[in-house]
């Protein structure tokens, strides 16, 4: 029931949408980016894609496992915007 979708297929894994394909993407650029403004952009970018992402998954995840996992990205990005925010 966890990993099924609403017709009752099991679902572990989809195609990539387009907000963690970016997120991917920047993710592999920061491991080699290291200078300071740069890095602080590709990490604020890779942070607003996953945010997305996340939005998609918590509000229309196949399951319930994927909206969880959505639910769980959404927390982390908000903690890192608001450490973001403080500083």
Do not use: C
Request: glycine share 6%; charged share 10%; proline share 3%.
């Amino acid at each position: 029931m966890f990993f099924k979708d609403r017709s009752g297929t099991i679902v572990l894994a989809q195609v990539p949408n387009v907000p963690i394909i970016i997120a991917i993407i920047v993710w592999l650029l920061m491991l080699f980016v290291h200078q300071e403004p740069y890095q602080i952009i590709l990490t604020i970018v890779f942070n607003v894609a996953l945010g997305i992402w996340a939005v998609l998954e918590f509000g229309w995840g196949v399951n319930y496992f994927r909206r969880g996992l959505g639910l769980v990205v959404l927390i982390f990005v908000l903690k890192f915007f608001t450490q973001l925010l403080l500083h």
